[in-house]
């Protein structure tokens, strides 16, 4: 019987070296990474959001006092 040659040695110790990395501590959560110029575009994107929502309020309210016009007149 032949001994393992020298590539087989390599193989194995190249597969032993292989591990799972280490999960990262639980305790603490990760620090928040954004930067003004990030929260800047967050702000930027969010304000026209708002301001529509505020606006579909507004078009409800409109669209509710119409249909109890309507039923108003119709009863």
Do not use: F, N, W, Y
């Amino acid at each position: 019987m032949k001994i393992p040659g020298p590539s087989v040695l390599v193989a194995v110790l190249a597969l032993s070296a292989c591990r799972a990395p280490e999960p990262p501590p639980k305790d603490e959560p990760p620090k928040p990474q954004a930067t003004a110029a990030q929260t800047q575009l967050r702000d930027t994107i969010q304000e026209p959001l708002d301001k529509a929502r505020g606006v579909q309020d507004s078009v409800q309210a409109a669209v509710d006092r119409q249909r109890a016009e309507i039923d108003a007149d119709t009863h």
